[in-house]
């Protein structure tokens, strides 16, 4: 069974910093494109952030543009997302996602969704 298990949420200080890690079991993601998504209390689900399968293009939404940064170790089979200068308003659980395809080019196609992990920014 394909998993993605996500870590590092927790409770944070406005200002500080958490980095989140994505490791999939089950299956490697090493030739696809991966991303970082977010749902806030009472809210839709929104993009945060992805990569390449070559690790070379990123895109963020502008609300996290500057102070989140997404990356993919060596061997490309785990993703993280650093986050720094939180606000209370990222505050959502985060949600990692991986493309099925091979050399996924974009548009990419999250169609493998970890569980979440909780991050609270408290003023």
């Known amino acids: 069974q394909v998993q993605l298990v996500e870590s590092g949420g927790g409770l944070v200080q406005a200002g500080g910093s958490l980095r989140l890690s994505c490791a999939p079991s089950?299956?490697?993601?090493?030739?696809?494109?991966m991303g970082w998504f977010r749902q806030a209390p009472g809210k839709e689900r929104e993009f945060v952030s992805s990569?390449?399968?070559?690790?070379?293009?990123?895109n963020y939404s502008e609300s996290v543009k500057g102070r989140f940064t997404i990356s993919r170790d060596t061997l490309k089979t785990t993703v993280y997302l650093q986050m720094n200068s939180l606000k209370p308003e990222d505050t959502a659980v985060y949600y990692c996602?991986?493309?099925?395809?091979?050399?996924?080019?974009?548009?990419?196609?999250?169609?493998?969704w970890g569980q979440g992990t909780l991050v609270t920014v408290s003023e």
């Open positions: 996602a991986a493309d099925a395809r091979d050399f996924s080019g974009y548009p990419y196609q999250f169609e493998y």
């Open positions: 089950g299956r490697t993601f090493r030739r696809s494109a």
């Open positions: 990569i390449s399968w070559t690790g070379l293009n990123t």
